[in-house]
């Protein structure tokens, strides 16, 4: 939003906008940060390597194993809202 008006969507860098799913960004009440929710995993199709079971298992009991995670980022690395 720039004086009050919303401008168009921008693609969000900075790790922000992935292949993955990312829903629901919220500013911070102080409009510091943005808070996100993404589904990142280090599984791709094709996989890069044949995992092992162990490794299949370490990764699904990981913190990205896709099952979803909530993501904060400064506002102010993201270059956003300085258009005029």
Known sequence: MVDGQWTAA???EHGVNTVFNEDYPALTPDGKHLVFSSERSPFTV??????????????????LNGGGNIYTIPVHVLDIGKEK
Request: charged residues 30%; glycine residues 0%.
């Open 10 to 12: 921008k693609h969000l």
């Open 46 to 63: 094709p996989v890069a390597h044949r995992l092992t079971m162990a490794e299949l298992e370490k990764e699904l009991h990981s913190t």
